[in-house]
């Protein structure tokens, strides 16, 4: 019960480090970076700071209606730990990323590219390690026509992903750590990668069994 909800200790803590940051912050905050590092988006202080908390509190409560309204829901039943231990990643990256973006904000020696970078390489680790513990969804995993039409297809491009993933996010936090470069960019080529060769996969695979 509580790995539910831990989605709210995140939340509180997050509006706990908004609350003491919204004073010391300037009239603007930087809250976009571009591929060199270098900010180019700014928010108000206001937004900068109530917008990590809003974002975890309404996560996690998407995160509790997806099973519901899932229409195979029932297969969520059998990897619940697995599917919390991945919301709840997710939402720990969301503190992480607010936490940093106030940390620099307020003038602290923080790199937010650097630090989003590995931990987003990081949270790629953890989803790949989880990745072939995921039963058939329609929210969660490589969702194309072939995966989702045979769960021999799912089960196998799953496992192929979750390698995928973990090599990506070692990569990203590696880079991240070394030489930072832009966050949002970088994770996108590696999540193009990682999704682009499953995808392809699922499909073989799905013909293979129609010829079999």
């Known amino acids: 019960m509580g790995k539910r909800w831990l989605g709210l200790v995140f939340a509180a803590i997050a509006g706990a480090v908004a609350v003491w940051a919204y004073p010391r ?9 571009n591929f060199a590092g270098q900010p180019d988006g700014y928010s108000s202080r206001l937004w900068a700071s109530v917008l990590g908390p809003i974002a975890i509190v309404a996560l996690t409560g998407l995160f509790q209606v997806l099973p519901r309204i899932d229409p195979r829901g029932r297969n969520y039943q059998k990897f619940p730990d697995t599917y919390w231990m991945l919301v709840n990643g997710v939402l720990a990256f969301g503190l992480v990323a607010h936490a940093t973006l106030l940390a620099n904000g307020v003038g602290a020696p923080v790199n937010p590219t650097r630090v989003l970078t590995v931990a987003g390489g990081l949270l790629f680790v953890l989803v790949g390690n989880y990745l072939g513990r995921i039963e058939s969804n329609w929210f969660l995993g490589i969702r194309t026509p072939w995966t989702l039409s045979s769960d021999t297809v799912w089960r196998k491009t799953h496992r192929t992903a979750g390698w995928l993933f973990v090599v990506a996010g070692l ?23 990682v999704a682009g060769v499953p995808m392809v996969q699922s499909y073989v695979l799905w013909r293979r069994e129609k010829i079999e």
């Open 25 to 33: 912050l300037p009239e603007t905050v930087p809250t976009h970076w």
């Open 171 to 193: 990569g990203v936090a590696a880079v991240g750590a070394v030489r930072p470069v832009g966050f949002v960019p970088l994770l996108a080529i590696a999540a193009a990668l």
